[in-house]
């Protein structure tokens, strides 16, 4: 369910980028709708890939701690 509200804000940012790119060209904002789906979807990707990043990062982390706090005891042995 988190990895569903993320994405979901991911794609709600990509509606407004798009809607934002619209307004700086001054056209119309229902010019060329696809484009809303597509920024969506690009966002989305984007947002699922640093999520997935960040993930793998933090049991990297863990498990260089885990290591350390190991050496740590056996030094102190």
Same mark, same amino acid.
């Given at each position: 369910m988190a990895l569903f509200a993320t994405l979901s804000g991911w794609a709600t940012f990509?509606?407004?980028v798009r809607a934002?790119?619209?307004g700086i060209r001054k056209v119309d904002m229902l010019y060329a709708p696809m484009g809303? &789906?597509?920024s969506a979807g690009f966002w989305v990707a984007?947002?699922?890939g640093f999520t997935k990043w960040t993930e793998k990062n933090e049991l990297l982390l863990?498990?260089?701690l885990e290591k350390l706090n190991e &050496?740590? &005891?056996t030094a102190s042995e």
């Open positions: 990509g509606v407004l934002y790119q619209n809303y &789906a597509y984007l947002g699922y863990d498990k260089r &050496a740590r &005891a």
